[in-house]
């Protein structure tokens, strides 16, 4: 598979890197190691020793030095070699350490895979919404499925009628029309369903007496693959204010072809203190898990199992008006592959001529 | 590898495809999901939704409709979708599941994996022995090996005397020459061993006294894999009716091009009733199983792992007059999909032509 | 990965292979069977009988015969069928099993995996050491890695101080400068570190005082991957012999192309007998085992891992002083593969001119 480079990717919650850690996680099939510098900067390199390509995060780091776990190279953090412990103590040319533009926003360390001098912070996707609500909590799993799969999943939210029935969504909800919007390259899948009986996640954090609600879901999708969702009740016919919901978190990265890394949490707004206390927070928390990875994980591994036994000439979809957000989306990233593509034959050209 | 489309494959007992149920089932590498309509008639679907892909053996199905677990399709029983859930409730041209011709005998499901136009039931092998007789227990297991390993093995019983030694052969049984005859694509491989020592399977169904027997084994191949076995010992110069013995069951259906189903029982005749009550019936069927699983199947896997050690080249067997089965239903299955791949070829041609 | 053919390979301790046994192991890709004639003397044979490719190891041996456990056919020590127990009792021709070339030499059994007419015992590399000294444990293991890289592993000594500090090496002995020399084709990799404070494994055979030592390595490799490794400890200042230590075998036999048999012990040399008893001896054997399987094992396999998940295009690794073995044993390798391919040119030529 190929993904994009120039771009964005999440890489870790802030609170999962920690002082003096040095942290491996893969990344669109490159190994990479993650720590902070003195100032708790986040950096990112490649996890591969330029020597013999011993992973640097089975090394040590300290005092803003990483030394490598097999025969003692030193690395600043800009990558470049800084001792040599062999006795000629002379560093090699080239004895140097990709590294990787981060930046730390939102309560996570983001990674551009691509070219740094493009890694502009402006480009992150906005998550301010974790700064400005109460977070459930920050949770991360791997999924065993490629992320095509899973953004398809969220991009159509008719799904959660039918895999998280009684749960997230129900039968009624399917006939609300789904709604879809392009601004640059962000996507919003909406859809309001009214007067619906509530799903258990959302009567648990609303009125808890199973009272019809008006029930909305606005999935915004920004590239490559960085889900926000709004979803929330209220009484029907009221106002979104007068209900109470969430911001849910749905953040992929792949990791390999075949593995995503499935970054998640709920922003919660209009809480009722009377009902919502911690172990409210961690049930939901538990729950939206439980959706993920015992729902929708198992049907999507089965999707690409069934995908991969398949002669790909057969693999021409059927298409429904719910799909729009998933052509649309696969669209985009074409299109920025595309692009990508054409810049490195320029690039290589010029060299050629040079 | 390749697999003979137009055939009858067995697919399951008819026991083990309740009403209500969506079994899943995977053969020659496609996936199928197994139900049965009002009438208690089986049918046989791709299981795969032409949606987006999902197992529709993961959705849920009454009433003589499958539908979707993943956005909700639902398909008749002829594999047209009859329902689309989404507001414009539009069905899609196209929406539509493969299905594959099945017809019910012998105890048995029966799958044409290839044109249903062709799935003539009078094409199913015949095995009414397992309508006439008791059966000791109908059972299924998959091989971790490809399908024409196991045919080779079953096709040349002179193993039984090494593999099998003191259980199903013995050495002195190997002196009986085998005789091999063909009637259109129906193979028979036979052998009639005289006065030779009973093995402890045959002692045990026979007189149970250690004496010796006359001991033949008569063994039908029809394509692409279904072998009979009619195995049985009598007096040493007695006929076969003085004797007991079973027709055994022995047919294998590809699941994979390295994993094979193989569905076996038993199906005893001449029954002492005096030894034999349904605690040797049990017996029987699971020596027979300790016999297949536990020693044909390591001695098969180990040999599909030396072949895929070796150069193909080097793999030009040795021949010996015992090979004669094995060297004949090759042959057949080879001109079998010599003629499945000239008419697909020509069906191609027409079309390009028009 | 190609393998040199035309060289001698470390089989199997001595003690591994008893009488009577069929010895199934793979060397270089191939299965091989080892077992011993009315004399004791060693044969190998390839794993896989000429008529259907079941392994010969699954089957029988006695009296210089051993019989395949499929059908029955038996073969001599020469590889040739001497028995088709079938009623034409006909020997097919070229029913044979090829047959390699191997030795006993030094404890162990070693095998030519090419044309044994070139299989001189002489070419063996001299480990006499082995007969010399008392012997730690004769140790074996399969290393989840290619074999090269654990040749790399082993010619870099100066990798002791970073994966086995403390216990085998430690940073002070890094300043020492590494030496090679070339003898034919066999290396050596010198270090001589001097005044340096002695690593666990090193005080604990000999003063067990904590005080500074002089300590060397000579590393002795032998294509394809035959290790002899002297070390030892004596005072600051002293002669060798005033010092102990011992000689390390470190012999990699290829399995397959990502796995390889380990073959370890160490011959002790000016044992100290106040301090030197059978449990210190199998607390050497443990440590070294613990060195090589949970500190280099596990380090060797990231690697792969690294170099696996790499653009071979990005896989130019930076050299230091210290890769002069690593870079030397390579080429002479790549020499000897070379060699063996024209040489199979030329034969392949002659034979269509012929
Ligand atoms: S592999 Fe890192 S220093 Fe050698
Ligand atoms: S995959 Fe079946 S309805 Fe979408
Ligand atoms: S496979 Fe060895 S005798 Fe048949």
Redesign the pocket.
């Known amino acids: 598979m190929e993904f994009v480079k120039n771009t964005w990717y999440f890489a870790a919650w802030s609170e999962e890197v920690g002082e003096g850690d040095l942290f491996a996680r893969t990344f669109c099939g490159k190994p990479i190691v993650l720590l902070r510098d003195a100032n708790g900067d986040t950096v990112a390199m490649l996890d591969r020793c330029p020597h013999r390509f011993a992973p640097l995060s089975m090394g040590k780091y300290a005092d803003g030095i990483v030394k490598c776990c097999y025969h003692g190279l030193e690395f600043g953090l800009d990558g470049k070699c800084v001792r040599n412990p062999h006795p000629s103590g002379k560093i090699p040319r080239n004895a140097a350490v990709p590294v990787f533009a981060t930046h730390e926003r939102h309560s996570a360390i983001w990674i551009w895979m691509g070219d740094a001098a493009q890694a502009d912070p402006a480009l992150i996707p906005d998550y301010s919404k974790i700064d400005e609500y109460g977070v459930t909590r920050f949770d991360h799993f791997v999924m065993d499925a490629p992320y095509d799969l899973i953004v398809d999943n969220l991009l159509?939210c008719s799904?959660t009628s039918?895999v998280h029935d009684g749960i997230l969504g129900n039968e009624p909800m399917v006939a609300a029309p789904t709604e879809i919007a392009q601004t640059g390259a962000t996507l919003n899948v909406v859809r309001y369903a009214r007067d619906v009986p509530p799903p258990s996640m959302f009567d648990m954090i609303f009125r808890q007496d199973g009272q019809n609600v008006d029930c909305w879901t606005d999935f915004r999708w920004d590239p490559p693959c960085c889900l926000l969702l709004d979803v929330g009740v209220c009484p029907p016919g009221a106002e979104k204010s007068e209900g109470t919901g969430y911001y849910g978190i749905h953040i992929l990265t792949p990791e390999t072809d075949e593995t995503t890394h499935y970054f998640t949490a709920a922003c919660r707004w209009n809480i009722n203190p009377a009902t919502e206390n911690d172990e409210m927070r961690l049930k939901i928390a538990d729950l939206r898990r439980f959706a993920f990875e015992d729902q929708d994980e198992p049907l999507i591994k089965a999707?690409h199992r069934i995908r991969q036994m398949s002669d790909p000439d057969d693999l021409r979809p059927v298409m429904?008006e719910t799909d729009a957000g998933v052509v649309r989306w696969r669209r985009i990233i074409d299109q920025m592959l595309d692009r990508e593509r054409e810049t490195t034959d320029e690039s290589t050209e010029t060299k050629n001529v040079a």
């Open positions: 159509d799904h039918f999707q429904l």
